[in-house]
């Protein structure tokens, strides 16, 4: 059975650093290309980057270029997202998603594509 928890959000000051953990289970991460995606209230879901199963990774927002990296784990089958130099509009809910893409590819999907996704983690920029 595919899962995918996120955790490690929290409230955090304009200027702190977070960082995002995505636990997967059911799958490898050799095969399949990770997402981190998030919503704020009223807002569309944002695509921010991922990182393909040949462990490359690639930015979906600008928003967040020099700011957000993403690596992964694959002995502890996690996949981080490290935020810094957080700003008030990255306020939102955070999701991890997956979708197979095969052995060592480096394509990453467009959103709709990921076929799972995790229940997603607060995360709160506020002085």
């Known amino acids: 059975q595919v899962q995918l928890v996120e955790s490690g959000g929290g409230l955090v000051q304009p200027g702190g650093s977070l960082r995002l953990s995505c636990v997967v289970s059911?799958?490898?991460?050799?095969?399949?290309?990770i997402g981190w995606f998030r919503q704020a209230p009223g807002k569309e879901r944002e695509g921010l980057l991922c990182i393909s199963s040949e462990a490359g990774s690639q930015y979906y927002s600008k928003s967040v270029k020099g700011r957000f990296t993403i690596s992964r784990d694959n002995v502890k089958n996690t996949v981080y997202l490290q935020m810094n130099a957080l700003k008030p509009e990255d306020t939102a809910v955070y999701y991890c998603a997956a979708v197979f893409t095969g052995y060592g590819s480096m394509l990453c999907p467009q959103g709709d594509d990921y076929k799972y996704w995790g229940q997603g983690t607060q995360v709160t920029v506020s002085s």
């Open positions: 059911g799958f490898t991460l050799d095969y399949y290309a």
